[in-house]
């Protein structure tokens, strides 16, 4: 079955910088969307960011752009998210989830995503 692993969460000042892995199994990774959601309490999950099968396009958040950015190692079956300039609205547990098959990077779509992470936490001190 499909495993989604994420890995690299913490806490750090505002300003730093994080880079959040997620290592995925039982699929076929390469054929795959992927993105990456966050979820701060009391706070619906939201969108951060989506990138295709091959890497080729990307979509981001609005609070997101120009500081975070999505990258896949198709070889290593991982996705990644680069964090900078992180700020204390930042604060949330992460998601990465798996998309449709050479599927779209829409938010709305990737949201329906059948498979998920257990999350990691990321919290910024101001």
């Known amino acids: 079955q499909v495993q989604l692993v994420e890995s690299g969460g913490g806490l750090v000042q505002a300003g730093g910088s994080l880079r959040l892995s997620c290592a995925a199994s039982?699929?076929?990774?390469?054929?795959?969307?992927m993105g990456w959601f966050r979820q701060a309490p009391g706070k619906e999950r939201e969108f951060v960011a989506g990138?295709?099968?091959?890497?080729?396009?990307?979509d981001y958040a609005d609070s997101v752009k120009g500081r975070f950015t999505i990258s896949r190692d198709n070889a290593k079956n991982t996705v990644y998210l680069q964090m900078n300039s992180l700020k204390p609205e930042d604060t949330a547990v992460y998601y990465c989830?798996?998309?449709?098959?050479?599927?779209?990077?829409?938010?709305?779509?990737?949201?329906?995503?059948?498979?998920w992470g257990q999350g990691t936490q990321v919290t910024v001190s101001s």
């Open positions: 989830a798996m998309g449709q098959r050479y599927g779209s990077i829409r938010s709305e779509r990737l949201s329906q995503s059948d498979y």
């Open positions: 039982g699929r076929t990774f390469s054929v795959y969307a």
């Open positions: 990138i295709n099968y091959n890497g080729a396009s990307t």
